[in-house]
């Protein structure tokens, strides 16, 4: 069965950090590409950052640059999204997201993980 499992979402302070984790399983995980997308009630989900399996070049969406760090450990299959200098506007649900590198129909979303930042 495949599974993308997150945790580390929480409540924070602005200004103070938290590590999201996406534990893969039932896939080859070191065969796609990973990412981490958020979730605003009544907003699109948009994506946050990405990191290819190829070569791990990495990608993040401007609001983010400089704050956040994603990283991947393929001998865990485990993803992580290293959030500082949290902002309220950081507020949403985090999801985990693996695309197959050659084959992107294969993809796989996590359930979700709140992070509430307070100012």
């Known amino acids: 069965e495949v599974q993308l499992v997150e945790s580390g979402g929480g409540l924070v302070q602005a200004g103070g950090s938290l590590r999201l984790s996406c534990a893969a399983s039932?896939?080859?995980?070191?065969?796609?590409?990973i990412g981490w997308f958020r979730q605003v009630p009544g907003k699109e989900r948009e994506g946050v950052s990405c990191?290819?399996?190829?070569?791990?070049?990495?990608n993040y969406t401007d609001s983010v640059k400089g704050r956040f760090t994603i990283s991947r450990d393929n001998a865990k299959n485990t993803m992580y999204l290293q959030m500082n200098s949290l902002k309220p506007e950081d507020t949403a649900v985090y999801y985990c997201?693996?695309?197959?590198?050659?084959?992107?129909?294969?993809?796989?979303w996590g359930q979700g993980t709140q992070v509430t930042v307070s100012s």
């Open positions: 997201k693996a695309v197959h590198s050659i084959v992107p129909a294969f993809h796989y």
């Open positions: 990191i290819r399996s190829s070569d791990g070049n990495t």
């Open positions: 039932g896939f080859s995980f070191g065969d796609y590409a």
